[in-house]
T-cell receptor, first 114, second 113 residues
Framework: DAGVIQSPRHEVTEMGQEVTLRCKPI?????LFWYRQTMMRGLELLIY????????DSGMPEDRFSAKMPNASFSTLKIQPSEPRDSAVYFC????????????FGEGSWLTVV | GENVEQHPSTLSVQEGDSAVIKCTYS??????FPWYKQELGKGPQLIID?????GEKKDQRIAVTLNKTAKHFSLHITETQPEDSAVYFC????????????FGRGTSLIVHP
């Protein structure tokens, strides 16, 4: 099992640029999550999908953030335009979906906006 | 919504000592409590979980206890080893529409050889 695959692993970009983070969930999992991790806020849930449909995006910080899941094996998190305060580690995770199932995290995308 | 408090934020122990991390939660409906370990540069990984129908669960050197009345649960690591050094997160989840775990802020455990 390849696990949750995220790309890029590291990205440094200039303020104002568009950033796209990509995720391939574990095959067969029908829930997908995007988290952001910072020292100040810890692990924050940004959005989650069930069967490719966004269920709760209340954690998305502002309109500059958007997420899509066009099919069961791919999701993107986009930040446009990026700002220095968006610098963080962004994790994608997936789960079989039923209550009490383990959430499996990817290795994270380390974003630095300068 | 659920609120999970985790203490301490940093824990430093000598190799071979025990380590205890404590969490409290606010939603009495929560009934699933996973613990995750995050090593440097990696994503969190589940190490043990407990459901509300049991008070304690053990897996080799790690154990978790749950007190539903007091709404707190703890992670116990015995005979700590340097490879136990990591950030540990507790979480709580419940039925009633959202099974998504709410995470604590994390505890950085340092085990000194």
């Amino acid at each position: 099992d390849a696990g949750v695959i995220q790309s890029p692993r590291h990205e440094v970009t200039e303020m104002g640029q568009e950033v796209t983070l990509r995720c391939k969930p574990i095959s067969g999992h029908n829930s997908l999550f995007w988290y952001r991790q910072t020292m100040m806020r810890g692990l924050e849930l940004l959005i989650y999908f069930n069967n490719n449909v966004p269920i709760d995006d209340s954690g998305m910080p502002e309109d500059r953030f958007s997420a899509k899941m066009p099919n069961a094996s791919f999701s993107t998190l986009k930040i446009q335009p990026s700002e220095p305060r968006d610098s963080a580690v962004y994790f994608c995770a997936s789960s079989p979906g039923a209550f009490g199932n383990t959430i499996y995290f990817g290795e994270g995308s380390w974003l630095t906006v300068v | 919504g659920e609120n999970v408090e985790q203490h301490p934020s940093t824990l430093s122990v000598q190799e071979g000592d025990s380590a205890v991390i404590k969490c409290t939660y606010s939603d009495s409906a929560s009934n699933y409590f996973p613990w995750y370990k995050q090593e440097l540069g990696k994503g969190p990984q589940l190490i043990i979980d407990i459901r509300s129908n049991v008070g304690e669960k053990k897996d080799q050197r790690i154990a978790v206890t749950l007190n539903k009345t007091a709404k707190h649960f703890s992670l116990h690591i015995t005979e700590t080893q340097p490879e136990d050094s990591a950030v540990y997160f507790c979480a709580a989840a419940g039925p009633g529409g959202s099974y998504i775990p709410t995470f604590g802020r994390g505890t950085s455990l340092i085990v000194h050889p």
